[in-house]
């Protein structure tokens, strides 16, 4: 082995790439009842869980689900985790200050919907059980920009943010399964 | 060896575009394909599909696709991001440990959300030819150009491929490009990159495909007429395209002889020549006469679901065999670039 200081070579590779599609009619269903002022969602047939959005198919009995199995859910929920995130800037970060991204369980659903954030109360005091209820963007304001095919259940463009409601804290046992 | 069969399938007409996402595209096909074979879900011993993020355009899209296969109560499972012929080939190995006797493998892609071209040139190195952002369409006419520089074949010999499997495609509900046309039709359309025509070229398509495979006597149980798995092998080229002579496919050769293929006679070969140039390459790589029987469903110029392209090869020649319709067949799959890797399914009647 020689001792000569080995040169490291770096190169940067910036990749972009387009991608283009509308969203399942299933999503478009959603988001006009979400411009509408509801949450909807999909029984299940065979089991009876409530999954928002609907996906067409129910993931634990793997039975198709269709508009017929529509169902609104309210605007009340159960924080079940959580993360401060103190954002790096990566290429596309926008945030610069420490922000919330929170998992919902909506009243009447059995799924949750995540990348929520958590607005008045102190960011050392949200925890898992904390009820809250959705901050409505006025109607004029509201779109379908924020809900995507791939997306992990943002609504920001329909609902800014969600804020405690002042109950009691959940019963940890109704939402214990939702904790990720 | 533990005998393997196919024994289950079942597949989505290619499209150009599918509203619905990938895993709606794969919750019937994987029930249907459980129901030819008479199982239930959750009596499947093992489960393996393939698909590509970068397809998708989501992180972990390949998690979501497994909710077809109903994850719950867990499953034992798996995930290739290679063609579902791949993941049928880690199946096909885990039976092979002779505890479990079946087995889901799946197969899914929607190339309509994306720009193939700019998503493939990131399966090229780093260094040199990602950056360039070279797609896989003009890699494969500097295939075809090598091909006709080297005097192995024409551009009307391509175009015969092209008219040939959209011939064949006609009977078949699940091809996107099909009709009847003429080879001197063809040649008169403008070059898309030359040498190749848009006939040259495979359609962007949305898909999905499923099979079961099922072990010795279960195989028998479940299906009247099992394609049992006789050979089933995969052999890889190096990475950088210009370090091949890309006129051949030694991978193919060797994978197709370590899968037992001897050159004896086959009822149906099933090719994932993506462009009409690779046919010909492909059929040279398996000593194949004029008179094969070549892509009788239309092949993967009339449907190529990326990422089932290859599964599908290996259930159109699995269901002619269960069907009786042939005895003996080859299914080729196809991955990297311009045929860096191969794979050869060797399939029989009993």
């Not at chain 2, 599918?18 to 595209?25: P, T």
């Not at chain 2, 970068?54 to 991001?81: C, D, K, Q, R």
């Not at chain 2, 500097?142 to 074949?153: E, H, M, N, V």
């Not at chain 2, 492909?282 to 008179?291: C, K, N, S, T, V």
């Amino acid at each position: 082995m020689s001792d000569a200081k080995k040169e490291t070579l770096v190169m940067e590779h910036l990749v972009s790439l387009r991608y283009e599609e509308e969203l399942t009619p299933i999503l478009e269903r959603y988001v006009d009842a979400l411009i509408d002022g509801r949450i909807v969602g999909h029984k299940c047939p065979q089991c009876g869980r409530v999954f928002v959005p609907g996906k067409g198919y129910c993931p634990m009995c793997v039975v198709e689900t269709t508009e017929r199995d529509e169902v609104e859910v309210a605007d009340t929920g159960t924080v079940t985790g959580f993360t401060i995130i103190t954002p790096v800037a990566y290429y596309g970060q926008e945030e610069t200050e420490p922000f919330v991204y929170a998992s919902v369980l909506l009243d009447g659903a059995d799924s949750t919907l995540g990348g929520q954030d958590v607005v008045g109360i102190p960011h050392d005091q949200i925890h898992s059980g904390l009820r809250v209820r959705a901050v409505w963007r006025p109607k004029e304001k509201r779109s379908g920009n924020a809900v995507t095919n791939r997306g992990w259940g943002s609504v920001a463009s329909v609902i800014d943010a969600f804020e405690p409601t002042g109950e009691p804290d959940m019963d940890r046992a109704k939402f214990e399964e939702h904790i990720f | 060896m533990s005998d393997v069969a196919v024994v289950g399938w079942a597949q989505t007409p290619s499209v150009r575009l599918a509203r619905e996402s990938e895993v709606q595209l794969l919750v019937p096909t994987v029930a249907q394909a459980l129901a030819r074979a008479n199982l239930d879900r959750r009596e499947i011993g093992f489960t393996c599909a393939g698909s590509c993020d970068y397809l998708t355009g989501g992180p972990f899209a390949f998690v979501s696709n497994l909710e077809a296969a109903g994850a719950w109560p867990p499953i034992a499972e798996s995930h290739v991001e290679m063609d579902g012929a791949w993941a049928m080939y880690e199946a096909w190995v885990r039976l092979q440990h002779g505890d479990i006797d079946t087995a889901l493998v799946f197969g899914s892609g929607k190339s309509s959300p994306s720009q193939p071209a700019e998503v493939w040139a990131q399966q090229l190195d780093p260094y040199y030819l990602a950056p360039l952002g070279v797609d896989p369409v003009s890699l494969a006419g500097i295939q075809a150009r090598a091909l006709l520089d080297a005097g192995k074949a024409t551009e009307r010999d391509f175009a015969e491929v092209a008219v040939r499997s959209r011939h064949n495609a006609v009977d078949n509900p699940n091809a996107q490009v099909k009709g009847d046309a003429s080879v001197d039709a063809l040649l008169a359309e403008p070059y898309v990159r030359a040498p190749l025509r848009k006939h040259d070229l495979p359609p962007i398509s949305d898909g999905a495909v499923a099979v079961v495979l099922a072990r010795g006597d279960r195989a028998r149980q479940l299906c009247e007429r099992p394609a049992w798995i006789r050979g089933l092998d995969h052999r890889i080229e190096v990475h950088q395209p210009g370090m091949r002579d890309l006129t051949a496919s030694p991978s193919t050769t060797l994978a197709a002889r370590k899968a037992g293929y001897d050159g004896g006679p086959l009822d149906v070969i099933e090719l994932s020549a993506t462009f009409s140039p690779q046919e010909l390459i492909l059929r040279e790589a398996l000593g194949l006469d004029a008179g094969a029987n070549v892509n009788p469903s239309g092949g993967a110029l009339a449907a190529n679901p990326v990422m089932a392209t290859g599964l599908i090869r290996i259930v159109e020649v699995a269901q002619r065999i269960a069907s009786g319709a042939a005895d003996r067949g080859l299914a080729h799959a196809t991955g990297g670039q311009v045929l860096q890797h191969n794979l050869v399914c060797m399939l029989e009647g009993e």
